[in-house]
């Protein structure tokens, strides 16, 4: 059984940082893709960026030049450094992984920037 944990979200000031990240377990064969996508209250869940087991990222629009996905695959883990924080960051952020043909979600993890 694969498991997302994540970890690191929280409550910052606009203009500081967060760093998640999400650590995969369970899984005889390691991870390909792995991703943040973020859900804000009343919204759809959106890709925030994703990064293959071979390093190649690609980042939201809205995001790209603060945050930077980054993993170790020794250990199936991914980060999400986040920078530069919002008010509009303010979502749930969950991360995924695709093992197979499988794609897996952790539970999510709440960040909240204030103005």
């Known amino acids: 059984q694969v498991q997302l944990v994540e970890a690191g979200g929280g409550l910052v000031q606009a203009g500081g940082s967060l760093r998640l990240s999400c650590a995969a377990s369970?899984?005889?064969?390691?991870?390909?893709?792995m991703g943040w996508y973020r859900q804000a209250p009343g919204k759809q869940r959106d890709m925030v960026a994703t990064?293959?087991?071979?390093?190649?990222?690609n980042y939201a629009g809205s995001v790209k030049g603060r945050f930077t996905i980054s993993r170790d695959n020794a250990k199936d883990t991914v980060y999400l450094q986040m920078n530069s924080l919002k008010p509009e960051d303010t979502a749930v952020y969950y991360c995924?992984?695709?093992?197979?043909?499988?794609?897996?979600w952790g539970q999510g993890t709440q960040v909240t920037v204030s103005a």
């Open positions: 369970g899984s005889s064969s390691r991870s390909n893709a």
């Open positions: 990064i293959t087991s071979g390093g190649v990222t």
């Open positions: 995924n992984c695709l093992i197979g043909w499988t794609l897996y």
